[in-house]
T-cell receptor
Framework: DAKTTQPNSMESNEEEPVHLPCNHS???????IHWYRQLPSQGPEYVIH???SNVNNRMASLAIAEDRKSSTLILHRATLRDAAVYYC???????????FGKGTKLTVNP | SQTIHQWPATLVQPVGSPLSLECTVE??????LYWYRQAAGRGLQLLFY??????ISSEVPQNLSASRPQDRQFILSSKKLLLSDSGFYLC??????????FGSGTRLTVV
């Protein structure tokens, strides 16, 4: 499995953009980059995933570096509800297992 | 649409007692099913996963076992609980790696 490095914690103010970085320098060519988040006392929820191109959905945007060794999850306007632990997970196509690292704990200040 | 049900939401059990947690998925067939545990203040640990009826893979040696008696049913069991089995247990399903959906979890306290 590819190793990932994420900051332990980050802080943001409400309604400001947040950029959550992830380094995955050992990623293989067939690994998708998945992002999940876990709100307090809840199970994780899917945020976004991508392979090579930048991706957008209603929750966030995912910017993937050209060499694919890093990616950034972008929350365009943070809300208090976005306070959670965010996990970056490279996942090989055909792999059966989603393995979580330590993630980044995001605090959103009002 | 697909839904995942997990129960109970909370459970307090004495040391040495048995455990059975059930998870069911609706609206899909032949899903991959998973059991995760999160101990207090710790990360999410994959315990078991299953790609089909009767097919169980264990990720870590432990006091727990899993079974999949039906396509959309996944059960986590223990014959004798230990204090260290306390934690937040989560069931999840996926289909072809496209988005894993997690249940609401069971918070187990072993006393």
């Amino acid at each position: 499995d590819a190793k990932t490095t994420q900051p332990n914690s980050m802080e943001s103010n409400e309604e400001e953009p947040v950029h959550l970085p992830c380094n995955h320098s050992t990623i293989s060519g067939t690994d998708y980059i998945h992002w999940y988040r876990q709100l307090p006392s809840q199970g994780p929820e899917y945020v976004i995933h991508g392979l090579t191109s930048n991706v957008n959905n209603r929750m966030a945007s995912l910017a993937i570096a050209e060499d694919r060794k890093s990616s950034t999850l972008i929350l365009h306007r943070a809300t208090l509800r976005d306070a959670a632990v965010y996990y970056c997970i490279p996942l090989q196509g055909g792999s059966e297992k989603l393995v979580f690292g330590k993630g980044t704990k995001l605090t959103v200040n009002p | 649409s697909q839904t995942i049900h997990q129960w109970p939401a909370t459970l307090v059990q004495p040391v040495g007692s048995p455990l059975s947690l059930e998870c069911t998925v609706e609206g899909t067939s032949n899903p991959n099913l998973y059991w995760y545990r999160q101990a207090a203040g710790r990360g999410l640990q994959l315990l078991f996963y299953s790609v089909g009826i009767g097919q169980i893979s264990s990720e870590v040696p432990q006091n727990l076992s899993a079974s999949r008696p039906q396509d959309r049913q996944f059960i986590l069991s223990s014959k004798k609980l230990l204090l260290s089995d306390s934690g937040f247990y989560l069931c999840a399903w996926s289909y072809s790696n496209y988005g894993y959906t997690f249940g609401s979890g069971t918070r187990l306290t072993v006393v």
